[in-house]
Nanobody, 114 residues
Framework: VQLVESGGGLVQPGGSLRLSCAAS????????MSWYRQAPGKGREWVAQ????????DYADSVKGRFTISRDNAKNTVYLEMNSLKPEDTAVYYC????????WGQGTQVTVSS
């Protein structure tokens, strides 16, 4: 049972990245999924979430209008499309299975810098 994030990297301010989180060994379509991030020296912050069908999403105010969460249940994958990136978006991004028991991925680094 695991979640594996990918797609992080270095991007200039105003750029875009698409993160992926691949799930394995559990019934992915039964769970809501969320993205969190943790900037250096700060606590882990909730970013976005999506219900198990993809029909309902919610976002932190800091990313609303710039980030889009989506999922493909056939591929057991949840995505985070990030546009208009800012230096303050620099963080390690984690996906998390909602509900119980808690399951986190290992994280992927996103650095926004010129």
């Amino acid at each position: 049972v695991q979640l594996v994030e990918s797609g992080g990297g270095l991007v200039q301010p105003g750029g875009s990245l698409r993160l992926s989180c691949a799930a394995s060994e559990f019934s992915f379509s039964m769970y809501g999924m969320s993205w969190y991030r943790q900037a250096p020296g700060k606590g882990r912050e909730w970013v976005a979430q999506i219900d198990n069908t993809g029909g309902s999403t919610d976002y932190a105010d800091s990313v609303k209008g710039r980030f889009t969460i989506s999922r493909d249940n056939a591929k057991n994958t949840v995505y985070l499309e990030m546009n208009s990136l800012k230096p303050e978006d620099t963080a390690v991004y984690y996906c998390k299975r909602m509900g119980w028991p808690t399951l986190w991925g290992q994280g992927t680094q996103v650095t926004v810098s010129s």
